[in-house]
């Protein structure tokens, strides 16, 4: 099993930057393809971004691709989201989750471990 703790989130004015990190504890996180999602306020929990367990290859929502980034670094068992140009639409708790398998993909019951979730704000 792998444990997941989500830190970074935070208030943030439109146009700026954040960077989320999910340190993993337990088995290495280079066993598993990692993600990120996210729940808006009073809206389902959404897909943002996963990667391969080398961290080769990425997928993003179409809503975020071009200004988030996510990566990973297996030495420290630790994968990151880097957040930018946000807008308040990106408002919402992130969570970072787990799945093992060579394959990342969209779906959020494919994904067996689940941080507890850290909330970034946009203010516009």
Excluded: H
Excluded at 63 to 92: C, H, W
């Amino acid at each position: 099993q792998v444990q997941l703790v989500e830190s970074g989130g935070g208030l943030v004015q439109a146009g700026g930057s954040l960077r989320l990190s999910c340190a993993a504890s337990g088995r290495t996180s280079s066993s598993y393809v990692m993600a990120w999602f996210r729940q808006p306020p009073g809206k389902e929990r959404e897909f943002v971004a996963a990667l391969t367990r080398s961290g080769g290859s990425t997928i993003y929502a179409d809503s975020v691709k071009g200004r988030f980034i996510i990566s990973r670094d297996n030495a420290k068992n630790t994968v990151y989201l880097q957040m930018n140009n946000m807008t308040p639409e990106d408002t919402a708790v992130y969570y970072c989750a787990g799945a093992p398998g060579p394959i990342p993909t969209m779906t959020s019951r494919q994904y067996g471990y689940w941080g507890q979730g850290t909330q970034v704000t946009v203010s516009s």
